[in-house]
């Protein structure tokens, strides 16, 4: 399946207000012109996380958009989901690679020059890296310092692989990150928490095509 990280929607069910929101919010966030789904739910047990996977799996296909677990190979595994996204302390690349195949997209998250350095020589054993965070976010306590837009366009043109950046995007700031040139942008509460998440999604989408 394509890769088109312009968009990339993070979906958090806790924030969505569960299965049944998680699965209208994807709906509406898709028809809004979202181009990736990443399903993250840490706090839910993963046959929850497989229950809900399993569901948006029909969702994303209906849009060709790919479906993205986070962390948990096992679960992408048991639902068919399209690729993992994957944290400097989760399975290495090349054992993702080797459980998934040459198919499944995989993504790692970097936060500084040594990792995007360590990443840089894996080639196709990941698809895409996950700059982060632009922002300090509530939505991942554990995450590394804030890095900035300078910080981000700093990694962002080190890498060598396509880039998504992460991290307190909302629509507010969408634009100023954009300027850092990340191949896209991945935000969670800017669509979950939104009123209108088909709404929030075009908004984004427009922001982002005009600060190209």
């Keep these: 399946m394509n890769l088109n990280l ?3 929607l993070v979906l958090d069910p806790v924030q969505c207000g ?6 209208a919010i994807a709906q509406a966030a898709l028809e809004g012109g979202v181009t990736i789904v990443q399903l993250r739910a840490p706090q839910w047990h993963k046959r929850a996380w497989l229950a809900l996977a399993s569901d948006l799996l029909p969702i994303t296909r209906q849009f060709a958009v790919p479906l993205i677990i986070n962390d948990h190979i096992d679960v992408a595994l048991a639902c068919g989901a399209d690729g993992v996204h994957i944290g400097q302390k989760d399975l290495p ?17 970097v936060a500084d020059e040594r990792e995007v350095d360590d990443a840089n020589p894996l080639g196709t054993m990941i698809d895409y890296v996950g700059v982060g965070p632009v922002c300090d976010t509530p ?17 962002c043109a080190r890498s060598l692989h396509p880039t998504v950046a992460i991290g ?3 629509l507010s700031n969408a634009g100023h990150v954009k300027r850092a040139k990340p191949g896209g942008i991945a935000v969670v509460s800017a669509i979950c928490k939104a009123a209108d998440p088909r709404l929030a999604a075009q908004q984004l989408r427009a922001e982002n095509s005009r600060t190209s």
């Design 168 to 170: 307190g995007i909302q």
């Design 18 to 23: 569960g299965h049944a929101g998680s699965l």
């Design 93 to 109: 690349p090349e054992v993702a690679r080797k459980l998934l195949g040459p198919r499944a997209l995989i993504g790692l998250s």
């Design 6 to 8: 312009s968009l990339y």
């Design 139 to 155: 939505t991942k306590p554990d995450a590394s310092a804030a890095l900035g837009i300078e910080g981000v366009a700093a990694l």
